[in-house]
């Protein structure tokens, strides 16, 4: 059982930056795939970018890349993304997300609300 808390959302004004974390409880972290997603009002959840437990293989949605970094830190159970030159289009709630294979994220955060202003 992994549980996940994000934190750093925010309001920010386009072209800002911000930095979401996610820490994560439970055993045998490096090895999980860890990634984070999002959901806009009265879109679906999508993809935002994630990294692989073990060789640490990254891989982002097209919408942020060059713009978003995602980094673990396995010694403190720590996943985070930099959110670089931010546009009113990446307002969404952003949730982290475990997976113990490269296909499934099976442990989901609550989500932490991200909102940039034009």
């Known amino acids: 059982q992994v549980q996940l808390v994000e934190s750093g959302g925010g309001l920010v004004q386009a072209g800002d930056s911000l930095r979401l974390s996610c820490a994560a409880s439970g055993r045998s972290f490096s090895r999980y795939r860890m990634g984070w997603f999002r959901q806009a009002p009265g879109k679906e959840r999508e993809f935002v970018a994630a990294?692989?437990?073990?060789?640490?293989?990254?891989q982002y949605a097209d919408s942020v890349k060059g713009r978003f970094t995602i980094s673990r830190d396995n010694a403190k159970n720590t996943v985070s993304l930099q959110m670089n030159s931010l546009k009113p289009e990446d307002t969404a709630v952003y949730y982290c997300?475990?997976?113990?294979?490269?296909?499934?994220?099976?442990?989901w955060g609550q989500g932490t609300q991200v909102t940039v202003s034009s």
């Open positions: 997300a475990a997976g113990n294979n490269l296909v499934t994220f099976t442990y």
């Open positions: 990294i692989n437990g073990g060789s640490g293989g990254i």
